[in-house]
């Protein structure tokens, strides 16, 4: 097994979430309810790359940042019309999720 971390972010609507984060190349890939009626917690992959998608109010807050390093920025900023910004490290981009969470991808500069 390979160690990783995984961040947990807040959702209203996983569902929404998910479509959301297709645009980014993730993909669904499973899904928990402890009842239908109940929270959904979601997982969602792009590659090695997974994040946490929580309904439940107490698994993470609102307006969490996570930064990603993906290697097409240029291609994801023109896919959600938002120019990519050169940093000494990385030319990168910053989004909103529906819910208020931020994502900051960055590409490395080599």
């Known amino acids: 097994m390979d160690e990783e971390v995984i961040p947990i972010l807040r959702v209203a609507d996983a569902a929404a979430a998910v ?25 969602v992959a792009r590659g090695r790359v997974r994040l946490f998608l929580s309904e439940h109010t107490g698994d ?23 120019p990519a910004e050169e940093a000494p490290w990385a030319r990168e981009i910053e989004l909103r999720d529906p819910d208020g969470n931020r994502l900051r991808i960055g590409t490395p500069t080599e």
């Not at 479509?19 to 993730?26: I, K, P, S, T």
């Not at 996570?66 to 240029?74: F, H, N, S, T």
């Open 60 to 82: 993470a807050r609102p307006d969490t940042l996570v930064y990603l390093r993906l290697r097409d920025v240029d291609a994801i900023a023109a896919a959600f019309g938002v």
């Open 19 to 43: 479509a959301w984060y297709e645009r980014l190349g993730f993909t669904k890939q499973w899904e928990h309810r402890f009842e239908p009626e109940l929270p959904a917690f979601v997982e």
